[in-house]
């Protein structure tokens, strides 16, 4: 996978340009995805021993934590290096994503701003 730059496509009749400021994968998210929380609801459900449903409730928490203060510590951050850091993740999570997972095709539609709609 690479990062290329493509011409910005002129929306065809009954199509419209979105603007996306930020998109990304919250910690819901990636804790459903790790089967974190599948996990812990399926443990739930067999009546598992009470430490068995603790320790995955300790797991997410520990997660959840260090999510938030990643979060956190972004947000004290200049502004460009912030976006620096926020650029390389959304890479790292489209090369994650690909990995084991086939894209549907989609057409990504860029506004730059010197565009209006």
């Not at 919250?26 to 443990?43: K, V």
Request: one cysteine or more.
């Amino acid at each position: 996978m690479a990062v290329v730059e493509l011409p910005l496509p002129v929306p065809a009749a009954g199509q419209v340009r979105i603007s996306t400021e930020a998109i990304g994968v919250g910690g819901a998210d990636t804790l459903i995805r790790s089967g974190a929380l599948a996990d812990r609801e399926t443990a739930k459900a067999m009546d598992a021993d009470d430490f068995v449903v603790r320790n995955l409730t300790d797991q997410i928490t520990a997660f959840t934590t260090v999510a938030d203060t990643m979060r956190d510590r972004l947000s004290k951050l200049p502004t460009d290096e912030r976006e620096e850091i926020e650029e390389a993740s959304a890479v790292l999570r489209k090369v994650r994503a690909t990995r084991d997972h086939k894209l549907l095709p989609l057409t990504v539609i860029r506004k730059d701003a010197s565009d209006a709609c």
